[in-house]
DNA sequence: GTGAGATAAGCAAGCGCTTAGTCACGCTCG
DNA sequence: CGAGCGTGACTAAGCGCTTGCTTATCTCAC
């Protein structure tokens, strides 16, 4: 039990401080405010994580990877342009609405890690960036896609995913599926996709 | 010349704030950090400004008023449709790619303000959300764009200017005139603009 | 009795902001 | 004219508080 309860404390410090980095940002929040949300005294963190930042790339490399393997795996899911784009994009706007909250750290607080985390994450970024790139190229080449610039629509694309943790909202009146479904509408279109 | 001098200082003292609150947030800066990138002690700002939330406030408006205008001015430029999301989508996407970094707070600062303040911000957002939907709703009653949520999609092409200003560098392969010339093309595959 | 989880107490540093004053300047008035 | 004065930009010093994190101690299941 002593493993379960371990795992627990620790796994409620990170729930915690994804609420409050996500709502206060990660200089806006304090390592009292992450410790009393999680019903411990503020040394408590201490014990399960090595520093306020520890914490922050512990959220942000987790984050990425998901979100990377989500893209990985939409590639996989299809061996024609159209199906491969529509996957990728559904998967990532519906994580992204969803996971609002997570999602909002993993995107917008990039400068609070350490250079060195930093630089780790960048390297997913990259990764994830190239999937998406790839899947727009590969349609261009394939004379499935029209778009006159491959590689900034392809940004755009990111972009727009990206974008989604922003704004949306639980109470909203779209839930992810209703907005997934739609920005594949706009991606197929985005990309010149040679229609029916 | 006291009247120039008094104007200068503040503006330097702004013009600091920019620049540290876009690098590394609101929460991020301290008052010292903006008066000494301003050559000044640290009890000058309060010379000039109320408070460091005052400042971020006075950024946040400036810019968002700037905003407002330049997307009412593009709607005001054309008669039809077409002619007004192009003028409205190249505004915005040049002033958020030139202006990116003052556009990172206006953007990415809100929850730094204060309730009051956020509040009359948050208004200024709708009416810049409100002129981008006319604007797609009225083409497509015109019968010019033929997309299924108009809604949607003109909160789609808000998104997609917003988030130039988190991903665009001024030394990167493109401009700001080539990224609004292709965000143009992407606006009109989007709305489903009836072509040529 | 041991060891891991948790904490009370607190440290050094840094925070936003204030106070009390210096200084350069232009104006007033004998 | 020029001594005296008021004014406004600016600062040195520092106040009270909060910060991230540590240390010494306690607790309790095994």
Redesign the interface.
Known sequence: MSQVTRTDARDRLVAAAVESFA??????TTTRDIASAAGMSPAALYVHHRSKEDLLHLISRTGHELTLRLVQEGVASADEPVGRLVAVVRGFVVHHARNHTSARIV??EL??LSPAHLEEIAGLRRAIEQELRDVVEDGVRLGAFT???PR??A??LL??G???A??FRDEGE?DPED?AA??C??AL??V?AISR
């Open positions: 709502s206060k940002g990660f200089h806006g995107n917008y400068a609070a778009t006159s610039n900034m629509t940004l755009a972009s727009l990206i974008d989604v922003r704004w779209w907005v739609h920005y509408e706009l279109n985005m010149g």
